[in-house]
């Protein structure tokens, strides 16, 4: 017998799964993370395939597609409430971001994971305030240098 769910319990379901997210830009920082989403946690390091890492002209990072490049960040779990609030500081609502599902190679397997793609994607130079974040997600992550150097450097300084 098929059961039906009340709209109320859908909405309880939805508020206990658990949504993995693929972070690339400042949000590598998982201390920047506990803040925005005081209910996540830190997965896995993960790679994007096929992919791209840029600043564009609004001064923040974004992916785009490249058949022969690679996106490295973190994987977080998130509740439904964080996602609410990544979609605040994404600016989902007034169309910065886009919400994406991509595939994620992880140290555990691949998953489907959130991934946020800004709908600017002409590249740019980065906010003045953002490059000490992405410098402190950097190290928070612990990307490789070779990677650091090639896909981030050319749009971010050292500090």
């Known amino acids: 017998m098929a059961q039906n769910i009340s709209q109320t319990s859908k909405k309880n379901l939805m508020a206990n799964q658990t949504q993995y997210y693929f972070g690339y830009g400042s949000n590598l920082s998982k201390e920047q993370m506990a803040i925005r989403c005081p209910e996540s946690s830190y997965y896995a390091s993960g790679k994007l395939l096929g992919y791209s890492w840029l600043i564009n002209t609004r001064g923040y990072?974004?992916?785009?597609?490249?058949?022969?490049?690679?996106v490295l960040g973190g994987v977080f779990k998130l509740s439904q409430k964080d996602e609410e609030y990544l979609d605040i500081y994404e600016s989902v609502d007034e169309g910065m971001y886009k919400k994406s599902i991509l595939n994620i190679e992880t140290p555990h397997g691949s998953i489907n994971c959130l991934v946020y793609i800004a709908s600017d994607n002409t590249e740019g130079k980065p906010q003045d305030e953002y490059i000490d974040r992405i410098n402190l997600g950097i190290r928070s992550a612990n990307l490789p240098t070779e990677y650091v150097q090639k896909s981030i450097r050319p749009f971010i300084p050292e500090d």
């Open 61 to 70: 990072a974004s992916i785009k597609i490249s058949k022969n490049d690679m």
